[in-house]
Antibody, heavy 115, light 110 residues
Framework: EVQLVESGGGLVQPGGSLRLSCAAS????????MHWVRQAPGKGLEYVSA????????YYANSVKGRFTISRDNSKNTLYLQMGSLRAEDMAVYYC????????WGQGTLVTVSS | QSVLTQPPSASGTPGQRVTISCSGS????????VYWYQQLPGTAPKLLIY???QRPSGVPDRFSGSKSGTSASLAISGLRSEDEADYYC???????????FGGGTKLTVL
């Protein structure tokens, strides 16, 4: 059974940093591209970032480019999102999802940006 | 403002057929596959339709997708109360080099 479990969310002050993790199981992690998608409270889905299966290619939404870094450790079956210079508008539930079709999603982790 | 345009709401009575539209451009829907996701209240999104009109295993055939030019649509036939959810369309955008989503459509079963 495919499982994606996000962690690392929490309360952070504006300008602060946070690292999210997504632990994958039930499939060959190193064979799949992975993504981060976020959803602000009461709002729709917003694409954040993607990384190819071997980590060689990364993609970012303009809203996070230069502030967020996506990475993966295929030996640990884990996806990461390093978030910096956090702003109030980054507050959201962050989901990780598998493959370009976003065929499986985690349950999400909440990031709150507030002083 | 979402890159893909969906109606904010839709509704129908049990047993009815409803359609949700998704409008884009040549750089996204016009040149790439369309995907649809269902998000039940308080849960993570779930893939409903992939590659324009394909259903993942376990998705009832009451759900169907289509695409024409720079627009796509999701049809739900035999509407049921458990279909009440938010529905999102998505596609890769060649200009932005990211996946773009529609703003979501809240489906109410009356």
């Amino acid at each position: 059974e495919v499982q994606l479990v996000e962690s690392g969310g929490g309360l952070v002050q504006p300008g602060g940093s946070l690292r999210l993790s997504c632990a994958a199981s039930g499939f060959t992690f190193s064979s799949y591209a992975m993504h981060w998608v976020r959803q602000a409270p009461g709002k729709g889905l917003e694409y954040v970032s993607a990384i190819s299966s071997n980590g060689g290619s990364t993609y970012y939404a303009n809203s996070v480019k230069g502030r967020f870094t996506i990475s993966r450790d295929n030996s640990k079956n884990t996806l990461y999102l390093q978030m910096g210079s956090l702003r109030a508008e980054d507050m959201a539930v962050y989901y990780c999802a598998r493959e370009w079709e976003l065929d499986y999603w985690g349950q999400g982790t909440l990031v709150t940006v507030s002083s | 403002q979402s890159v893909l345009t969906q109606p904010p709401s839709a509704s129908g009575t049990p047993g009815q057929r409803v359609t949700i539209s998704c409008s884009g451009s040549s750089s996204n829907i016009g040149s790439n596959y369309v995907y649809w996701y269902q998000q039940l209240p308080g849960t993570a999104p779930k893939l409903l339709i992939y590659r324009n009109n394909q259903r993942p295993s376990g998705v009832p055939d009451r759900f169907s997708g289509s695409k024409s030019g720079t627009s796509a649509s999701l049809a739900i036939s035999g509407l049921r109360s458990e279909d009440e959810a938010d529905y999102y369309c998505a596609a890769w955008d060649d200009s932005l080099s990211v996946v773009v989503f529609g703003g979501g459509t809240k489906l109410t079963v009356l």
